[in-house]
């Protein structure tokens, strides 16, 4: 099995993800994570393009249901 620099818990019966990072104990929501993901691709794009991105369109596959959408 994989071993993976993070570990899935349950804190408030919600998955969370924990993290050492700079010798600290990190704990994120999959909202927060995804938020991280979104603004570091924004800065990319933008180093990239060098102008600022104020718009941008997010997919997700068309099978996902309204829950899994929001």
Do not use: C, G
């Not at 924990?18 to 704990?27: A, F, G, I, P, S």
């Not at 938020?35 to 924004?42: P, Q, R, T, Y």
């Amino acid at each position: 099995m994989k071993k993976w620099s993070f570990k899935v818990i349950n804190e408030a019966e919600k998955p969370k993800i924990q993290v050492e990072y700079k010798h600290e104990t990190k704990v994120f929501a999959s909202e927060e994570i995804s938020s991280l993901i979104l603004a570091k691709m924004k800065e990319i794009a933008e180093t990239y393009l060098d102008q600022n991105v104020t718009e941008a369109v997010i997919a997700v596959p068309a099978y996902f249901n309204d829950a899994q959408r929001q």
